[in-house]
């Protein structure tokens, strides 16, 4: 099936393990150019800096990303193939974080891989300017301010994504003993991915005007380069709660300072054929010959436009659900398939299945085309974020005026209530419509999660991947099942959304 194979089609990310010296690493670069030639000549080693800005935009939209997905109901399957499964099961399972796992290197190995070579890959960088003074003569142009910003950049994105999705990860600089690094916990890493950010942004400013940061063939010059920083450093701040109980102790006033200096329009960079495109997307949007959804939209979809007009399961008996009745019009991000359930299994659970499939982004089942928009960070994420804030904050009219300055109002004529229940409600139907599959990874999982929506069992984090345990002699570990819900990393489901009695 034409798509269903891409792997790792981006040749510049690495899969790799921490062991006892970083000289261990084996870092790959798309130029194929080894780091002494590198480090020889400014324009070699620029490219693996530009490199390692187009794999940090990969990361975010590789396979990968669809297990999040499954996990916070956006999309259903009964697919074993990659364990997709797995991951859409109901009662939850335990996550599998074993060598013998032959998926684990799309699980929790994958998003592990490739942020930590990214931040590896700009310790390099940084190590090389301030500590062996290296310069970036580009024909007689002085651009090392601009590539260490970059290198910054690129080091509080990784860093970011580790915080987001692990439980613990390493904060390895190049002066680090690493014979001697533990794991940090998600909050410390979250510390040190705003650190990386904000020195990014200082060292850019101070380059000044002529600034330009390059990637995918794009050009973002000090302004946009700044703003696309304070985004992702907003989407972490916010996300990295794992219960709401966690999520009203952060500091919002903070949060709402990085939002208000984030983007004003969407960031969907062009996809460069065989080179950067929407694998996430790829496989998330794959139609099959009865018009069915390979991984169809899941039921919470409809039960959002309509909560007392559709269930939260589909039935089990051999009732074929009806289109979806509402007034929002954005039900066209989405088509009804009636009983065409494709590779749904009913022996694996009825309860699983869906008549429709998500076709908003749909590319005629080839996101590999030059030019067709990459859903990285749209604006109206920032938006939904500036309106938690106020809600958190206490400030319900703050709240609802941004939500109706949004998408929300303008794309999909919702009004909501000024009390704090509706605001919540409306910030899920707006993660799980407005912002489904036009974000990067786990943007749908981490709001949830902060919100105790997430179904019980499900993890809310991700561990340390096995290959990685077994190498610096850790325990084991996993989370997600029923019997782990009380756990720390995985969901006690206070609000499963399925229980949820929905009102804007």
């Keep these: 099936m034409k798509?269903?194979?891409?792997?790792?089609?981006?040749?510049?990310l690495a899969f790799f393990t921490y062991s006892c010296s970083q000289d261990e690493f084996e870092i790959a670069n798309t130029n194929q150019r080894g780091e002494n030639e590198a480090n020889?000549?400014?324009?070699?080693?620029?490219?693996?800096?530009?490199?390692?800005?187009?794999?940090?935009?990969?990361?975010?939209?590789?396979?990968?990303?669809?297990?999040?997905?499954?996990?916070?109901?956006?999309?259903?399957?009964t697919n074993n193939y990659l364990g997709f499964w797995w991951f859409s099961d109901e009662p939850r399972r335990q996550m599998t974080n074993t060598t013998s796992n032959e998926y684990l290197d799309q699980h929790a190995g994958?998003?592990?891989?490739?942020?930590?070579s990214t931040f590896l890959i700009a310790n390099r960088i940084i190590k090389a300017v301030e500590?062996?003074?290296?310069?970036?003569?580009?024909?007689?142009?002085?651009?090392?301010?601009?590539?260490?910003a970059g290198a910054y950049f690129d080091k509080g994105m990784s860093l970011g994504y580790l915080s987001y999705i692990y439980d613990k990860a390493y904060v390895v600089n190049y002066d680090t003993d690493v014979t001697t690094v533990e794991f940090s916990s998600y909050k410390d890493v979250l510390s040190a991915s705003l650190d990386n950010f904000k020195k990014a942004i200082t060292i850019a400013d101070n380059f000044g005007n002529d600034f330009i940061y390059e990637v995918?063939?794009?050009?973002?010059?000090?302004?946009?380069?700044?703003?696309?920083?304070?985004?992702?450093?907003?989407?972490?701040?916010?996300g990295v709660a794992r219960t709401d109980a966690e999520a009203e102790n952060l500091d919002y006033n903070e949060i709402l300072g990085y939002a208000n200096n984030a983007i004003t329009e969407d960031y969907f960079p062009p996809a460069v054929f065989n080179q950067f495109y929407n694998n996430y997307q790829d496989w998330s949007l794959y139609v099959l010959d009865d018009n069915s959804g390979y991984l169809p939209s899941d039921i919470k979809i409809q039960h959002l436009f309509n909560p007392t007009g559709y269930p939260v399961r589909y039935p089990t008996d051999d009732t074929v659900l009806p289109a979806v009745?509402?007034?929002?019009?954005?039900?066209?991000?989405?088509?009804?398939?009636?009983?065409?359930?494709?590779?749904?299994?009913?022996?694996?659970?009825?309860?699983?299945?869906?008549?429709?499939?998500?076709?908003?982004?749909?590319d005629y089942n080839d996101e590999n085309q030059d030019g067709i928009p990459v859903q990285l960070f749209p604006k109206a994420e920032i938006d939904y974020i500036k309106a938690e804030c106020k809600y958190r904050l206490g400030d319900f009219s703050g709240a609802v005026s941004i939500l109706d300055s949004s998408p929300r109002m303008l794309v999909g004529n919702q009004t909501t209530?000024?009390?704090?229940?509706?605001?919540?409600?409306?910030?899920?139907?707006?993660?799980?419509?407005?912002?489904?599959?036009?974000?990067g990874m786990a943007v749908n999982w981490a709001f949830m999660r902060r919100h105790d929506l997430l179904q019980r069992g499900t993890p809310t984090s991700y561990p340390v991947p096995a290959t990685e345990l077994e190498i610096t002699g850790d325990q084991v570990y996993t989370f997600g099942s029923d019997y782990r819900a009380n756990d720390p990393g995985t969901s006690a489901g206070q609000n499963d959304w399925t229980t949820l009695n929905i009102t804007y």
């Design 110 to 116: 994958g998003p592990w891989a490739r942020y930590n």
């Design 417 to 439: 209530s000024v009390n704090k229940d509706a605001i919540r409600n409306a910030l899920f139907y707006e993660y799980s419509i407005e912002l489904d599959l036009a974000c």
């Design 325 to 362: 009745v509402s007034q929002d019009p954005r039900t066209s991000y989405y088509e009804y398939v009636g009983d065409n359930f494709g590779y749904l299994n009913a022996a694996r659970g009825r309860h699983l299945f869906s008549s429709y499939r998500h076709t908003r982004y749909w």
């Design 131 to 148: 500590v062996d003074n290296f310069v970036f003569d580009i024909d007689g142009v002085d651009l090392t301010n601009q590539e260490l």
């Design 40 to 77: 020889q000549d400014p324009s070699d080693f620029r490219l693996v800096g530009i490199t390692n800005h187009e794999n940090n935009e990969y990361n975010q939209v590789s396979l990968s990303a669809v297990f999040f997905r499954l996990m916070s109901d956006q999309m259903t399957s």
């Design 3 to 12: 798509n269903f194979f891409y792997l790792l089609l981006f040749t510049g």
């Design 216 to 238: 995918n063939g794009q050009s973002l010059d000090l302004t946009q380069f700044k703003k696309l920083a304070y985004s992702y450093m907003a989407r972490f701040a916010i």
